[in-house]
């Protein structure tokens, strides 16, 4: 099951290029990163996130145009369910990974991805000298690897805007 952390929940513009973006915040994560900035995140807290649960957190906040999973806990098949439902409601949907590299069945299931541990002396996405990467995915049912990626990563360095979210 995924887990997220209600009081946690914002609908926010900075962290997918020019969408209005609800973001939630995803909790047991497996990450190790040095200097995470949420610690309790890799604790086993919050509450199970279901269809239901999304349908009303869309409800109370209709107009945005996204959905982002800041993390992605433990539970890659419960992920990918919850990626696919959101789709189906007809918003895009993004994740926010803490790792270097994802399955690829993650990025069949979402338009937005970010990859990459944080890390303090190379900054978060709007440092120049970040690892970190957020990608578009376009996806092509008729083309092998039936997606393809486009680093936005440099919109966050001409806007000097702060993801607030390493
Ligand atoms: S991915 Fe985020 S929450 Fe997880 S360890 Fe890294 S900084 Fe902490």
Redesign the pocket.
Known sequence: MIKYVPQMTSVVIEEIPDRVTLAVSISN?Q???VG????F??TDIGEVLTESIIDGLLAANYGVNCFLFL?EGDDLPSLLRLARHVHEKGLEVGLYS?RKEVEKEIYYAFDYVKIG??IEHFGPLNSRTTNQRLYKVEHTPSEKPYYRLTDLTARFWRKGIDPNI?
């Open positions: 994560c990450g190790n990163c995470c900035h949420s610690p995140l890799r993390g803490g541990p944080y390493p």
